[in-house]
């Protein structure tokens, strides 16, 4: 095989309206929030300029009468120091924005204050707006975002908070928004198609205007974003650093939707009743809300209860490869990935996994952190909007596990650059499939590297043969970086997990019982799995010891490398348990697994 073509998808650009919310402490007739908005907007302050020129712009809105946006216009977010610097401007322009609110007698805050005369008239959203290349890409990115809506809801959702506190649930702005309702699947954005679609939605589901949806497909005017994608579900958040992380997650899902163009995939239609009622559970109840997502590629499954969390943590995982391509780095990754790690292996949670935790946390740990003045005051200030506040305060509950959650990111971030670039060549006559495997590479009889969810996908086959396991595990090593598939497994449900272990587990003479954590490949256990998996191509190494010395056995794995052999071992179980006498007990199972070369040796 010749290689005559090499693409990828690459990253376009994005518009990002950063929004917060005017307080005036002591309005008076004619002289409240809404009146010092439309004064600012008659003569706004000049704004710096942004990366590709044109200075950043200052918006307002008629639906929401005491909230302002600082606009960046289309940037260019396609590598770590490009965002780092769109992060400081924008940083820059709300400080100066917040010190112009101050000077004419007003408070710029993170939307959501609960002492404004009116809460609703300053609840805002952050507007992501995706740049697209044609109709296709239109349809796509749309319709990709509405089947994760309900976890993006959860992630970015923002309540009212006050001097008591935070407020329980998701989103308090599209709880009481009556002019944003979900997004509907769209078969086709081309222009000859466009009439006949608001028709049928005007017709069939009473939605005079595509405008009105969560995702906005034609752009949102008031931001200047005509042509483009914007996203209205992200909720104006308290800083810039996890806007810019939250911009990341649209880049990422773009470029995903762009594959899928380049492909000729299309996005599964998950039914719409199912789509609202998800929706409704993010916007109530957020990252505790019990969603019930379809199962299946194609959505051809059943429903089944799953955690907001569980399932952000899902399509996050499924956006890793498209991170990676952005040269998304780890603090640029943390405020999107860590907490909700943290949080998901934690018995009780007290961890930080979004701005509604954050500010929760802030009172626990000062009754006047919530003070109108006090968040003014960083708000203001360019450095404080920079910083990523969730994992500061993640590092400060529990330090140990922050740094484990991080070296754990950074084996993810540095792993393989997955999704390959699609290699085409030239048509043959005659050209038989014969060398093609189901999941494989042409013309090389071998399968492709499979990802975590790939594997737990294969294997969660009912009719799959042992057979096929291993040589699902063996494509899975093929991939580069750690070979870990505790995280992957807590997205799926508890009986999932458990059952999809089971397959995993070779059967039991194949299992070796390990005392100590390893120190050397040479050690008897640990020989005798070297040994078993030569001969068998898979062994369990299988740990059953007090919790406490469960990171000894992995901090072992690290030191003793590489297997012999071109061996790869693949961490199975790392989990807790209360044994007799309510002592906690920890298990940690690694599946040792020998290449096909050893194998048929």
């Not at 710096?48 to 200075?55: S, V």
């Not at 899902?253 to 995939?265: A, H, I």
């Not at 390959?420 to 189901?438: D, I, K, L, T, V």
């Not at 640990?526 to 469960?550: I, K, N, S, T």
């Amino acid at each position: 095989m010749v290689l005559v073509a090499l693409s990828r998808s690459g990253p376009l650009r994005q518009r990002i309206a950063k929004g917060y919310s005017v307080y005036v402490p002591e309005p008076r007739p004619g002289r409240g929030a809404a009146e010092l908005v439309a004064a600012l907007l008659a003569a706004p302050p000049s704004l710096p300029p942004g990366p590709a020129g044109p200075p950043f712009a200052l918006r307002g809105s008629g639906r929401t009468p005491a909230a302002l946006w600082v606009d960046t216009g289309r940037v260019s977010l396609h590598g770590p120091e490009t965002r780092e610097h769109v992060a400081g401007v924008l940083a820059g322009a709300v400080a100066q924005v917040a010190a112009e609110v101050r000077r004419k007698g007003g408070l710029l805050l993170p939307t959501g204050w609960q002492r404004q005369p009116d809460p609703t008239a300053g609840l805002c959203a952050d507007l992501h707006s995706a740049e697209v290349l044609g109709p296709v890409q239109r349809e796509l990115f749309g319709n990709l975002v509405r089947e994760h809506t309900a976890p993006l809801i959860a992630l970015t959702g923002r309540q009212l908070y006050g001097p008591g506190g935070v407020s329980p649930g998701g989103s308090a702005r599209l709880s009481r928004s009556v002019d944003q309702v979900s997004t509907r699947y769209i078969e086709s954005y081309a222009p000859e198609h466009l009439e006949r679609v608001r028709t049928r939605l005007r017709q069939e589901e009473r939605l005079s205007r595509l405008e009105a949806m969560d995702v906005n497909p034609l752009g949102e005017p008031e931001a200047g974003a005509e042509g483009d994608v914007t996203l209205r579900l992200f909720d104006a958040q308290v800083t810039v650093a996890t806007t810019l992380a939250h911009a990341l997650l649209v880049q990422a899902l773009s470029m995903w939707s762009r594959d899928l163009e380049r492909t000729g995939r299309r996005v599964r239609q998950v039914p719409q009743p199912l789509i609202e009622q998800d929706r409704a559970r993010a916007v109530a109840h957020g990252l505790a809300a019990e969603l019930h997502v379809e199962q299946g590629k194609r959505g051809d499954g059943p429903a089944k209860p799953r955690s907001a969390g569980r399932a952000l943590l899902g399509l996050l995982y499924e956006l890793m490869p498209y991170f990676r391509q952005l040269d998304a780095t780890v603090d640029e990754l943390a405020p999107l990935l860590i907490g909700m790690e943290l949080a998901g292996s934690a018995t009780a949670s007290a961890f930080v996994r979004n701005e509604n935790d954050l500010l929760a946390r802030w009172r626990a740990d000062d009754a006047s952190a919530l003070a109108p003045e006090r968040l003014a005051q960083g708000v203001a200030t360019p450095d404080w909007l920079t910083t990523d506040h969730l994992s500061a305060a993640n590092q400060a509950i529990a330090r140990g596990s922050w740094a484990a959650a991080r070296i754990w990111l950074t084996e993810r971030v540095t792993g393989p650059s997955s999704p390959r670039p699609r290699q085409e060549a030239p048509p043959e006559a005659g050209r038989s499939n014969a060398g093609r495997s189901s999941t494989g590479q042409p013309g090389t009889g071998r399968p492709a590297p499979l990802t975590a969810d790939q594997l737990l996908d294969l294997v969660g086959k009912p009719d799959i043969r042992v057979p096929e396991v291993l040589e699902a595990l063996r494509s899975y090593c093929l991939t580069r970086g750690a070979l870990d598939l505790t995280r992957p497994l807590r997205t799926r449900g508890r009986d999932e997990a458990r059952a999809l272990r089971r397959a995993l587990r070779p059967r039991a003479g194949q299992r070796v019982r390990c005392e100590e954590p390893l120190s050397s490949w040479d050690d008897g256990a640990a020989d005798r799995a070297v040994r078993m998996a030569g001969e068998q191509g898979v062994a369990l190494l299988h740990w059953d010891l007090p919790a406490q010395d469960r990171p000894r056995v992995r901090e072992g794995l690290r030191s003793v490398g590489r297997a012999p052999d071109g061996m790869r071992h693949v961490l199975l179980t790392d989990t807790t348990y209360t044994g007799s006498g309510d002592e906690r007990r920890g298990t940690v199972e690694v599946l040792l697994v020998a290449p096909r070369e050893e194998a048929d040796r």
